[in-house]
C-alpha cells in the first residue's frame, strides 16, 4: 500500500539527504574515530571496549543505508529536491547549531572540565529552548552535572575531568 510519504518527493529527498549524512558519519566512527580513540584489546573473558560503539555504529549504518534504499525505490514520482531543501532547512539548521555545540563542548571539557562545561552547555540550550523560569533553569543547569558527577564517582569510580 502507498501512503502518502512514498509519495511525497520532497520528504523522500530530506530522507534520502539524511540517511546519506548518517551514512558518512557512521563509516567516520568505524573507521576512525572508534579505533583512534576506544581500546580494541579485550581482558580475560569481557567484551572489548570498542564492541558496544561498533556495534552501534554498524546498525545505524545499515538502518540509514536501509532507509536511503527504501526511499529511492519507493518514491513516485521522482525525488523533489528542490521542495526537499525547502523542507530540511530547518534540519539543517539544528543540525549546524549541534556540530557548533559538539565542537564547542570537545574544546571545553579538556581545557576546563566537565561540571563548568556542562553548565554553561545546559545553561545555553534551556535559553534557545525558550525556558521561561530563570530560577528553575539555573537550578537545572547547577544540579544536574554535580548529580552525574557525583553518580559518575560513586557508581563507576569515574572522575570525570
Not at 538502518?63 to 527504501?70: C, E, R, T, Y
Not at 523533489?80 to 547549531?97: F, V
Not at 554535580?146 to 560513586?154: E, F, N, S
Request: charged share 10%; hydrophobic share 60%; with cysteine.
Amino acid at each position: 500500500m502507498t501512503t502518502q510519504n512514498d509519495i511525497d518527493g520532497g520528504s523522500a529527498a530530506v530522507d534520502i539527504a539524511s540517511g546519506l549524512v548518517l551514512s558518512a558519519v557512521c563509516l567516520i566512527c568505524l573507521v576512525w574515530l572508534i579505533p583512534a580513540y576506544v581500546n580494541t584489546q579485550a581482558s580475560g573473558s569481557d567484551v572489548a571496549p570498542a564492541f558496544f560503539p561498533n556495534l552501534g555504529a554498524g546498525v545505524v549504518l545499515v538502518l540509514s543505508l536501509g532507509m536511503v534504499g527504501h526511499r529511492v525505490w519507493r518514491t513516485k514520482p521522482a525525488v523533489d529536491w528542490a521542495r526537499g531543501w525547502q523542507l530540511g532547512r530547518p534540519i539543517l539548521t539544528e543540525t549546524a547549531i549541534c556540530v557548533v555545540a559538539a565542537i564547542a563542548i570537545a574544546v571545553a571539557l579538556p581545557t576546563i572540565g566537565f561540571l563548568p562545561t556542562a553548565v554553561a552547555m545546559i545553561g545555553v540550550g534551556g535559553i534557545v529552548a525558550g525556558y521561561r523560569k530563570w530560577w528553575a533553569l539555573a537550578l537545572l543547569a547547577v544540579a544536574f552535572p554535580i548529580v552525574v558527577m557525583v553518580g559518575a564517582w560513586t557508581i563507576f569510580t569515574v572522575a570525570l575531568p
